[in-house]
């Protein structure tokens, strides 16, 4: 009986002696942070008040996005198409009280503007 117990505690530490020891290095494609960056940035814009300064067709939302991020250069904007047509939506506001304040001062220059919270998808 004591051979066999011997034998087993021989074995176990046997076992432990010959484990494996190494360093794992992990190599990924830098465009995988990109990635990763971009999916922050989609998810991080979908719960937050916009300006919607206009809609109707493709070529004057562009020419109205141009104008828009002239006279907004630091605000978000964006052309999105709900059919049947495109609008051009700016900024980011977290509350709606701060997103109320700019569109007094954006309905100055763009009379139609109106406030939008966007669904999150």
């Known amino acids: 009986m004591r051979t ?18 190494g360093t794992i290095s992990i190599e990924q494609d830098p465009k995988i942070d990109a990635l990763v960056q ?11 008040y916009r300006i919607q300064i206009y809609f109707g067709s493709l070529n004057e939302a562009k020419e109205i996005k141009m104008q ?22 700016i900024g980011q506001f977290k509350t709606k009280l701060e997103a109320e304040r700019n569109l007094i001062d954006v309905r100055k220059k763009y009379p139609s503007a109106l406030l939008i919270q966007p669904e999150k998808k």
């Open 4 to 21: 066999v117990f011997s034998t087993l505690i021989l074995l176990f530490f046997s076992t432990t002696i010959f484990a494996q020891q």
């Open 68 to 89: 828009a991020e002239g006279d907004y250069p630091d605000w978000y904007s964006k052309i999105d198409f709900i059919t049947p047509s495109y609008r051009v939506r």
């Open 38 to 48: 971009i999916y922050k940035a989609s998810t991080d814009i979908a719960d937050v």
